[in-house]
């Protein structure tokens, strides 16, 4: 599926995202900003300072790969990622605006051009190319966006490319076991996700619900409304989701 995504279009995506989170973050209040997030444990400056630490680490990613080089994506590591988010956390709603600001200005000159062969060079992040920092810096700032719960809401802003392209990305945390298949309101959006296991033939589980609905429950968010969950004729719990799908 993600061969079919044209990376400048997530690129303009992620854009028009994070000026909405400058949008908000301008209207919110010192209050709002310490304020708990939809993530548990973080609060709203959590969530900001995460998008300036991974916006910043996927630029730095895009700047060595345009010399032929390869860069960790965080200093230190997770323990460095975690105290840098710790740190940016502490920030004002002034200190948050500029480094927002300033984010948005380094991306708006990191990307290649359309046809660019920068796009396909190396990356240490996920041992991928920069076409998989684009689609990176796409699902993390759309799905931030909507966490830090200021009225940015995933039904409408997630565009279908994106909950396609998620689907796809998060189809490894369903269980083994039975048929899973996912069915969006939308018409055309259906997908057969996960293969059964071997076992016996079961009933397959099928998820049904607004296209941004299956998505966010997939991401593992709370969005309103939920999908349901049915085997045959009968409702069932919706399965059990395994962890994000690893950086390895």
């Not at 460095?80 to 988010?85: K, L, N, Q, V």
């Not at 984010?103 to 046809?115: F, G, M, R, T, V």
């Not at 998060?170 to 269980?175: A, F, Q």
Request: charged share 20%.
């Amino acid at each position: 599926m993600t061969d079919l995504i044209e990376p400048l279009a997530t690129v303009r995506e992620s854009e028009a995202a994070l000026a909405r989170v400058i949008s908000a973050v301008e209207h919110a209040t010192p209050e709002d900003l310490a304020a708990p997030s939809g993530l548990p444990g973080w609060t709203r400056s959590h969530v900001l300072a995460h998008i300036d630490g991974i916006g910043r680490a996927l630029a730095r990613q895009l700047d060595y790969a345009a010399r032929g080089q390869l860069i960790d994506v965080y200093d230190g590591g997770s323990a460095g990622r975690e105290s840098a988010i710790e740190a940016g956390a502490t920030r004002t709603k002034e200190e948050h605006l500029a480094a927002l600001t300033a984010l948005q200005s380094q991306h708006q000159n990191a990307w290649p051009e359309k046809d660019s062969l920068v796009w396909f060079t190396p990356v240490r992040y996920r041992d991928g190319i920069v076409v998989d920092v684009a689609l990176a810096w796409w699902r993390e700032i759309s799905i931030h966006q909507v966490d830090l719960d200021l009225g940015i809401e995933a039904a409408k802003v997630w565009s279908q490319p994106l909950c396609e392209y998620l689907l796809d990305f998060l189809s490894v945390r369903l269980p083994s076991g039975p048929l899973v298949e996912l069915d969006a309101f939308e018409p055309g959006v259906r997908y057969v996700v996960a293969a059964d296991s071997g076992a016996p033939p079961t009933a397959p589980v099928t998820v049904t619900g607004p296209l941004t609905s299956i998505t966010g429950w997939l991401a593992g968010r709370e969005i309103h409304p939920l999908p349901i969950a049915t085997s045959g004729e009968d409702a069932v719990d919706l399965p059990e989701l395994g962890p994000w799908p690893s950086s390895r």
